[in-house]
């Protein structure tokens, strides 16, 4: 066991993965943060919130032992893509494309959090079930005023971290003024393990593939929609709510998988552009508490694994003399991050700025360029690797 303590606050998935991959590679941790039930999941009733794993990802959960914890029925391999713009502009991507059998899975939060919650406990790692309060030189207080020695912080604890803010490191906000709706749907065709997605004058709408229910066929739709026309859309009455959306999902996708029905209850949160400075003396951030991009690649979560990743690799190779607080240690995992997270978040701002643009020359070129890299096969090779983290 290495003498060094690292306390991880946060819990959810990204909090979880790092406790995980620190303990594995003998660190003393403690990780901090409310421990909310975890049962197990119910036939036919799926998790609001689901995430696109690329293969890095999946490869990364693999090492750390729990891809094999999850329910194979309850994952969906995405194989197939199809982009479209807001006129004839359409991208087709098959993992064929670039010799690979999946561009990535689609999971439940709650399975991740739960088969992650499952190896924390395994590991015997001590988890103090309440909130961070405040950093002392080397020690970390909890709420309750309970005190852990730190030799490192690491701030996994979401878009408001308390780490952040105390450690004083900076960052830098930007609302889209966009609100991403989500809600599961059953629709009339089978996916066939494709995701699809359309830019539109209302936003950026995405359907990915879910296992079928006795209901029929499912999808899960993550709906990037300006504020206005989303709180109008929440603020109806739930019959009225679902036939209106319904009927705005029959408009945009044209009866690409036929009639789409709404089987669970839709959920909104705010979007923004983010990202921090990552470090400060002794302190480490990691997921949202670094950075949060626009979700039209569904590459946050990603992000934020990678960020642990490289941060274990770091402190991990260095050398025995420096002290995982040691700040050319932090260093070197800001550096390793800093191309990666800016080349995602460029990406997705860009997108995002291209596709709000109305004007007729803009949507003409768009849309032309979409049909150009359709017909480039380097291109897609080239966009597979990227939805794949490779």
């Known amino acids: 066991m290495n003498k060094e303590s690292v306390v991880v606050c946060g819990a959810g998935i990204v909090g979880l993965a790092c406790a995980l991959g620190l303990a594995r590679g003998g660190f003393g941790v ?21 995430y696109a794993i690329s293969a890095a990802s999946q490869q990364f959960l693999a090492d750390l032992g729990v891809w094999s914890m999850l329910d194979s029925t309850r994952l969906t391999p995405v194989e197939g893509m199809e982009v479209y713009g807001d006129a004839n502009g359409c991208v087709t991507l098959q993992a064929w494309q670039a ?12 399975e991740l959090e739960r088969v992650l919650q499952q190896a924390v406990q395994v590991y015997g790692i001590r988890w103090q079930s309440e909130s961070f309060h405040e950093r002392q030189a080397g020690v970390v207080v ?24 105390a450690a004083g490191i900076s960052t830098r906000s930007r609302p889209y003024g ?7 749907l059953t629709s009339d065709l089978p996916h066939q393990q494709t995701a699809l997605q359309w830019f539109t004058a209302d936003g950026v709408l995405a359907l990915l593939p879910m296992p079928d229910t006795a209901d029929g066929h499912q999808v899960s739709m993550v709906w990037s929609m300006p504020q206005a026309l989303a709180k109008a859309l929440q603020n109806l009455p739930e019959p009225q709510r679902n036939g209106d959306l319904q009927a705005r999902l029959q408009a945009v996708t044209g009866g690409r998988l036929g009639h ?11 979007l923004f552009l983010e990202q921090s400075t990552m470090i400060a003396p002794g302190v480490a951030l990691v997921g949202d508490a670094a950075h949060r991009i626009h979700p039209l690649a569904g590459q ?30 932090l260093q070197r995992y800001r550096r390793a991050r800093a191309e990666p997270v800016l080349a995602m978040r460029v990406a997705t701002d860009g997108l995002h700025r291209l596709f709000s643009a109305q004007s007729a020359p803009v949507a003409w070129a768009r849309n032309v360029g ?15 690797a990227g939805a794949s983290g490779r």
């Open 260 to 270: 789409l029905q709404v089987r669970s209850p839709l959920f909104g949160f705010p």
């Open 178 to 184: 966009d609100i991403g709706l989500v809600v599961h």
């Open 300 to 329: 946050g979560l990603n992000l934020g694994l990678a960020d642990v990743q490289e941060l274990l690799r770091v402190l991990g190779e260095k050398e025995a003399y420096r002290s995982v607080a040691d700040y050319r240690v």
């Open 99 to 110: 010799a690979q059998t999946t561009l990535a899975w689609i999971v439940e939060s709650s």
């Open 142 to 165: 909890t709420e309750s005023g309970q005190r852990f020695a730190a030799d490192l912080l690491i701030g996994a604890d979401g878009a408001s971290s308390p780490v952040r803010h």
């Open 30 to 50: 403690t990780l901090i943060g409310p421990r909310p039930a975890s049962p197990p999941p119910e036939v036919d009733v799926y998790c609001p919130r689901v």
């Open 370 to 384: 979409m049909q150009c890299v359709d017909r480039l096969p380097f291109i897609k090779r080239f966009l597979i």
